[in-house]
């Protein structure tokens, strides 16, 4: 089996050391992602002094470039974002927006410089909303050139209002972690998929 790599990018609202249900789920994900032969890393947005905008580096203190060169040097990109609103978090259309800088960037080939890596979206909250967040996630990712491969993505959806979070069940509720198994098993083959045979150029 072909080595990769992956990256979380939890978009949590909030810092550490608080607990996040972005963060436990998206390490849910890198733990069924090693089952495939995929190393990966969970980087807290948050934790990190990322500038509005839509260019690759925003200047003095813009954090984005460090996170970006994680994305450029991993095969697998997972966007974790909690329910707010029925929207993605904030965090998380910082994430896309500063991603939009990569519809410019092409490789030797003339291809766009993301084509090649795959994407999905691991979702949690309590209110209704996973598919509609997916969906946002999925098509800004798509956009600036990551492939999404079906079924790709996990998600849990508490009690509408209610006050149980991810992270404080006593368990992963079954279905939650077969839609885990089922991301990491997709993400993983596709991404080896196109490392061994790539995009042809345009």
């Given at each position: 089996m072909t080595d990769l790599t992956a990256l979380v990018l939890t978009c949590t609202l909030s810092p550490s050391p608080s607990e996040s249900s972005s963060?436990?789920?998206g390490d849910q994900v890198l733990a069924a992602l090693e089952k495939h032969g995929v190393s990966g890393e969970n980087v807290r947005v948050v934790d990190?002094?990322?500038t509005f905008g839509v260019q690759k580096d925003m200047g003095d203190g813009d954090a984005w470039p460090a996170i970006r060169d994680k994305v450029l040097a991993v095969d697998i990109l997972v966007v974790?974002?909690?329910i707010w609103m029925g929207q993605p978090a904030s965090v998380a259309k910082v994430v896309l927006e500063r991603l939009d800088a990569e519809i410019a960037e092409t490789k030797e080939n003339g291809n766009p410089i993301l084509f090649d890596k795959v994407a999905g979206v691991a979702v949690v909250g309590n209110e209704d909303g996973a598919h509609h967040v997916s969906a946002e996630v999925y098509q800004g990712l798509s956009d600036v050139g990551f492939s999404i491969p079906p079924q790709a993505?996990?998600?849990w959806v508490g009690q509408a209002m209610g006050s149980t979070d991810?992270?404080?069940?006593d368990e992963t509720p079954e279905k939650t972690r077969g839609t885990t198994d089922t991301l990491a098993r997709v993400l993983a083959h596709l991404a080896r998929v196109l490392k061994e045979s790539p995009y042809p150029a345009g």
């Open positions: 963060e436990l789920l990190h002094a990322v974790a974002t909690p993505v996990t998600y991810y992270n404080e069940l």
